[in-house]
Each structure stands twice: as structure tokens, then as C-alpha cells.
T-cell receptor
Framework: EAGVTQFPSHSVIEKGQTVTLRCDPI?????LYWYRRVMGKEIKFLLHFVKESKQDESGMPNNRFLAERTGGTYSTLKVQPAELEDSGVYFCASSHSRGSSGNTIYFGEGSWLTVV | AQSVTQLDSQVPVFEEAPVELRCNYSSSVSVYLFWYVQYPNQGLQLLLKYLSGSTLVKGINGFEAEFNKSQTSFHLRKPSVHISDTAEYFC?????????FGAGTTVTVRA
């Protein structure tokens, strides 16, 4: 079974440009999450999809960030325009909905974003 | 709201020595507790989790953790580490599907 896959693995863009990160969750997982870790700080929650619906987007830092999950499959996270402080690693994760919130959340390897 | 405190940011340890990584949590409701590991240049991998039942939880790669409700702790231990255990370790709690992470503990194993 394929794990959570993210693309690109690394991206270097200039301040003011746009970057779109993609995440393919584990097949059958309704829950999809985005987290990020900037400048060696704590890993922070960004948002949570259940299928195609945004369940919780309380962690999105500002309106330069837009996440979508059309059709309830893969998800994209767009940063437009990118700022220097957006540099960091963006993790996508997924879990299935059956059972409780103690279900294991599986993480991808992250998309490492550098804004210069 | 729930939060996690990892008491050590860096833990150097010699190969074959034991290691303990400390984690305390705070929450007004019941939580589920996790330890994740990030090896160099890799993603986050689940080491172990506590949901209920026995307070001693065994995970992968010889790690174990003990849930202590009275002390609100979930410390991670390994009796004998290897060079390959060099990584960053994260304690996390989840309530309602959302994980809250600690700041991470970097373990460096030296020969």
C-alpha cells in the first residue's frame, strides 16, 4: 500500500512568487491534514479535510494560503504570494475515519519550501 | 486546549547506552498520546501510541513509553540505542483528530 506522497519534495522560489504543493493521501483515507514546521520551530497544524470539506482551518496563517481537496482525493496547498517567513517544511498527513480520533495519522515526507 | 512540553531539546548519548526522552502534556479532556520520529531527510514516522489500557506501550525499533496520568507524562525510553537512532523525536497529543506536537528532542548517538 502506498503511503502519503507529496510533491515537490523541495522547492526554491523567490519572494512574491506562487508555489503549489500537492498531497496524495493513503487510498481510502477520508481525513487529510496539512501541517508545517518553520525555522526549526514546532510542527503546527494548518487544516483538516474530511473528504472534500474543510473541517478545521484554524491553523491557516493568513489569506495567502489556500488549500483545496476537490473530489475528496488529493489536496493542494497554494501559497500566493510567498514571503520569506513561509520557508519551512510542509507535511501532509492522512487517516481513516472509522473508529476514534486515536487512529494513526500517517505523514508524508514533507515538501521543503525555501523562499529567497 | 491541549499542549505538549518536551523537556529536553538535545540529548547526546553513547551507543548502547539507555535513553529517556521526557514529555509532559496538559489537557482538559482525555487525550491520545503519540511519539513520532523524524530521521534525517525523512518524514515523520509513528513510533508508538497510547489510546487506553496498559500504561506501558511498546513501539517499533525497541522503543517503549509509559503513560502516567497522575504526572501527565508520556516519557519515551530505549534500553540500548544504536547509531541509527540518531533522529528528532516528537511527542504529540490528539483530541478530535488534531495533533498537537511538542518542540522535538534531537537525539545524537555517538560511538
Amino acid at each position: 500500500e502506498a503511503g502519503v506522497t507529496q510533491f515537490p519534495s523541495h522547492s526554491v522560489i523567490e519572494k512574491g512568487q506562487t508555489v503549489t504543493l500537492r498531497c496524495d493521501p493513503i487510498s481510502g483515507h477520508d481525513n487529510l491534514y496539512w501541517y508545517r514546521r518553520v525555522m526549526g520551530k514546532e510542527i503546527k497544524f494548518l487544516l483538516h479535510f474530511v473528504k472534500e470539506s474543510k473541517q478545521d482551518e484554524s491553523g491557516m496563517p493568513n489569506n495567502r494560503f489556500l488549500a483545496e481537496r476537490t473530489g475528496g482525493t488529493y489536496s493542494t496547498l497554494k501559497v500566493q504570494p510567498a514571503e520569506l517567513e513561509d520557508s519551512g517544511v510542509y507535511f501532509c498527513a492522512s487517516s481513516h475515519s472509522r473508529g476514534s480520533s486515536g487512529n494513526t495519522i500517517y505523514f508524508g515526507e514533507g515538501s521543503w519550501l525555501t523562499v529567497v | 486546549a491541549q499542549s505538549v512540553t518536551q523537556l529536553d531539546s538535545q540529548v547526546p548519548v553513547f551507543e548502547e547506552a539507555p535513553v529517556e526522552l521526557r514529555c509532559n502534556y496538559s489537557s482538559s479532556v482525555s487525550v491520545y498520546l503519540f511519539w513520532y520520529v523524524q530521521y534525517p531527510n525523512q518524514g515523520l514516522q509513528l513510533l508508538l501510541k497510547y489510546l487506553s489500557g496498559s500504561t506501558l506501550v511498546k513501539g517499533i525499533n525497541g522503543f517503549e513509553a509509559e503513560f502516567n496520568k497522575s504526572q501527565t507524562s508520556f516519557h519515551l525510553r530505549k534500553p540500548s540505542v544504536h547509531i541509527s537512532d540518531t533522529a528528532e523525536y516528537f511527542c504529540a497529543v490528539t483530541v478530535l483528530y488534531k495533533l498537537s506536537f511538542g518542540a522535538g528532542t534531537t537525539v545524537t548517538v555517538r560511538a
